[in-house]
């Protein structure tokens, strides 16, 4: 079956813009999360979705970063003027519930360069 | 100090070797130990996990964990070439959802 999408799969933006990315989860998927990824880093947490509540945001850097879910499917992280900092990969993943930690299956990522 | 500590690498070993990567934690709450694999563009593949301390086989891969060291490994067996990939361990305490994360270990398998 088809697997968590992203996109764009690359996104070059200019310091001060805002940028929207897309997660598509696995369907039938309740949890999601939104991860960072600089060079040469490990995985940075950002955001948890149960359905379309957000009960654990504490990893977002700042409040230029939002995101949101529509019901159990599309979410979309927004970075409002996009710092030069904010460049990495950013990673969605998706899992069938609660209860399984281990069962988080990751997209491929968008690459974001902030110039 | 990270919650989590992870030798960057690189590591070259030569193919059919056994491979030891390795991640110490800080976090004693932690209680679900997964390794991941990612290949270059890639997202993260699970690849092993671990509840609590002890030892899992699948395959090729072994995973320890030993809590009362907060030290957990992962061995590979007769590596391949196509093992060449960056390792991530990753942690999570019960009840908790997000995980936490090591730098990764950049390993190459050479033919």
């Known amino acids: 079956g088809a697997g968590v999408s992203q996109s764009p799969s690359n996104k070059v933006t200019e310091k001060g813009k805002d940028v929207e990315l897309r997660c598509d989860p696995i369907s039938g998927h309740t949890a999601l999360y939104w991860y960072r990824q600089r060079l040469g880093q490990g995985l940075e947490f950002l955001i948890y979705?149960?359905?379309?509540?957000?009960?654990?945001k504490s990893g977002l850097p700042s409040d230029r970063f939002s995101a949101e879910r529509t019901g159990e499917s599309v979410s979309t992280l927004t970075i409002q003027r996009t710092q030069q900092e904010d460049s990495a990969v950013y990673l969605c993943?998706?899992?069938?519930?609660?209860?399984?930690?281990?069962?988080?299956?990751f997209g491929p990522g968008t690459r974001l360069t902030v110039t | 100090q990270k919650e989590v500590e992870q030798d960057p690498g690189p590591l070259s070993v030569p193919e059919g070797a056994i491979v030891s990567l390795n991640c110490t934690y800080s976090?004693?709450?932690?209680?679900?130990f997964m390794w991941y694999r990612q290949y270059s563009r890639k997202g993260p593949e699970l690849l092993m996990y671990?509840?609590?301390?002890g030892n899992k086989e699948d395959g090729r891969f072994t995973a320890q964990v030993d809590k009362s060291s907060k030290y957990i490994s992962l061995f590979i067996r007769d590596s391949q070439p196509s093992d060449s990939a960056t390792y991530l361990c990753?942690?999570?305490?019960?009840?908790?959802?997000?995980?936490?994360f090591g730098t990764g270990t950049r390993l190459t398998i050479i033919p």
């Open positions: 976090n004693s709450a932690f209680q679900y």
């Open positions: 979705f149960q359905g379309n509540s957000a009960p654990d």
């Open positions: 671990t509840y609590s301390s």
């Open positions: 990753a942690m999570t305490g019960w009840g908790n959802e997000k995980l936490t």
């Open positions: 993943a998706s899992q069938p519930g609660r209860g399984k930690p281990y069962g988080q299956y």
